[in-house]
């Protein structure tokens, strides 16, 4: 191997035989003898070796290079250097510089000699100074910068100062002023005395070091007591004989385990949450699209109205994100007012499965494919440990859908930290800006956010799907770690992007079809078969299965009967029966009854007829008056019936009473037209109208006059006349 000028060579010296580091000053033109000088040494000297036994050194391993050299940090830019280090710099190097022009005279000993002599004439410096400046030019890398003063070295630093009875330090001002003590050394002992006192006082019990301080004094500084009133009341010693508070802070800061002290101070859990070294990236653990997802929910800062009534305020909705983490793209999402429960989680992952051009369209936004290109399935979930994600619609989810769960530990949100973001930015982008949203505590005497409310769910949905299109398509990554063929290819760190440049690399992630998905994540249920329709819930449907094989007609034959289905509580327009053991599904749309609620959730349409319950609860008590009212009256009347018929059947028999129906029937009819007659009524208002009346012509109409006129017989008055034989108990 071949050596250079200036190069690091680390071998063993003699006559120990210890690894010493030396640096190549000078090699002569034939390549034979080179001059050297010792980096460790203090009082090095060039020495002449042979270049040959250095070059041997190094092919046999006895040697070898150093590529970091110690005096690095010398190579600094000009105007990095302070003024007096280059005014020290330059006053040496004027010294030596003559010297070290020479050459290989100067590695001469005895012509050394004669130059720094010459030096030592010229400046007035003796020779010790000289031999100080020239060692660290040779040991420094041979350049003026090695001459640069090192206060760096200077004071003994991190080294601990020894103890010979007076006090260590300058003496403070009051000391100084006032001729008060200067205090006392902090020894071995009163270090641990200290260390003990921040960790208990301080770290365990989260008191500030201020008062760490104080009940240090009070616990050991202390050697006798007071009586006041019973209590016992430490005297503290004097300044002079405890440590100050200065020399507390100090020793405790300098000893103390800064991650057990957070620990301590504050948990494991809000250790690793908020003052972890962060040093990896999520994005490793995802090699393509759809290889992780995140999932997560939190509940939006804004409160909405209901549809069906905008003057009821229903709450703050539940939002769930799903974003693939290599691309950062917001794959799915869901909105809901249950709480963060399976059947949101599982709304979220089925719209992340979901034509999102068909999506946006239900919502009246138009887009193409590539606005919001992912309708796939992911190869693993990362989930918290939330109840959603340990139930047993979750571990059903793992064994038919074949995608993965990863949970996270318990109260560790940053292991999600893509999605976490995401609700932040959503918060600050846009959430915070509109009516009705939770923005900051409200305090008392503050408007209340609540009655600014004015979206409905439907709205807030398209107001989050604008949001996501706008992230997808043009939100900057700038801190996505791009490798080297994303550069070379020129991707922009753009959601969608980066989405579309790892399926094309990568390949494509599994697609599913969505009548699968339905399958195995909708919510389920129970609906009954009845003569009105499939009800659920105060709703009723119909299917083309249940009119082809006619339901309704048997449900009013043998009776109703329940059947599994599931819906979407995002829309209730339709819901489906699960067929063939839950392996195929049956569209069934909303009957014309229960139009009123088409386009509405399940929560909405809940809502209602919770409010109807509600009214009809509310209208309970006035109906029972209603009631009591009505049955008083039928009370009296009853009573009055029941004294006049007694008074008229005094001495008639049963048989005598029910003798003559018929006879009694025709009478009491006789009455009842003599009562009232239409002419009678008909006169009269003729007589007030003051007007003509045209009778209207009907076939065989009877003159008023005539007594003995006998209507027609009609078909229905032989069955009519049979019955009243019946009840009259007459055979004719």
Known sequence: MKIFENVLIELPLEPENVLGIIRVLWIDAQGIDVVTIELNQPNALPVWQKCSELETALATGKARVLEVDPFAASCRKEDTIAENHRRRRDEAWEVIAPIVESREQVFNPSERGVLIKKAIERTGRDKVTIYKYLRRYWQGGQKPNALLPRFDLCGGAGKERQQLGSKLGRPSKQAKLKGKPKGINVD???????????????EKQGRTLKDAYQQMLQEYFSPTYSD??????????????????RQFCYWYYK??????????????????????????????????PGALWQIDSTIADIYLVSSLDRSRVIGRPVLYLIVDVFSRLIVG????????????????????????????????????????????????????????????????????????????????????????????????????WEPG??????????????????????????????????????????????????????????????????????????FETPEIVRLNLLPTAEASITRRGIAIGGLRYTCELAMREQWFVLAGVKGSWREPIAYDPRNLDTIYLRRQGG?????????????????????????????????????????????????????????????QTASAQDGQTKHSRVKEIRRNRKAEREYEQDLNAWNQTQNNLVEEANGQVIPIPTVAQPSTDDDSYVPPHRPIDKLRKSLMRKLNNDPQ
């Open 228 to 245: 006041a009133d019973g209590v016992k009341i430490p005297i503290l010693l004097g300044e002079e004989e405890c440590p100050s508070f």
């Open 583 to 643: 392996r195929q599904l049956e569209t069934c749309h909303l009957l014309p009854a229960s139009k009123t609620y088409l386009g509405c959730n399940w929560y909405e349409v809940v809502d209602h007829f919770c409010e109807v319950d509600f009214a009809r609860n509310d209208a309970k008590p006035s109906q029972q008056q209603a009631k009591a009212a009505l049955n008083a009256y039928i009370s009296q009347v009853k009573a009055s019936a029941d004294r």
């Open 188 to 202: 071995r002992q009163m270090r641990q005395i200290i260390t003990r006192s921040a960790r208990v006082f301080h």
């Open 437 to 510: 949203a939770v923005y900051k505590p409200r305090e008392r005497g503050d408007k209340d956010y609540r009655f600014d409310a004015i979206y409905t769910l439907d709205e807030f949905r398209q107001i989050i799907i604008r949001l996501i299109l706008y992230y997808n398509n043009h939100h900057w990554l700038s801190e996505y770690p791009m490798n080297r063929a994303m550069i070379s290819d020129g991707v922009e760190p753009l959601p969608c992007e980066l989405w579309e440049w790892g399926i094309h690399n990568y390949g494509r992630p599994r």
């Open 255 to 288: 000893e103390r385990d800064l991650a057990q002290a957070l620990r301590s101070r504050e948990g494991e859990r809000r250790v690793n949450l908020l003052y972890r070294e962060v040093l990896g990236d999520s994005t490793h653990m995802a090699p393509y």
């Open 333 to 432: 999402f869901s909105v809901s007012l249950e709480g963060p429960s399976w059947l949101g989680a599982a709304l979220a992952l089925l719209n992340a499965t979901t034509d999102k051009v068909k999506f946006c369209a239900s919502y009246d936004i138009s887009i193409t494919a590539e606005q919001w290109p992912c309708q796939h399935l992911c190869k693993s979930l990362l989930t918290d440990r939330g109840s959603e994600y340990l139930s047993a619609n979750a571990t059903h989810m793992v064994k038919a859908l074949g995608v993965e769960l990863i949970h996270t530990p318990a109260y560790r949100p940053d292991w999600k930290a893509v999605v976490e973001r995401l609700f932040r930015l959503i918060n600050d982008e846009v959430i915070h």
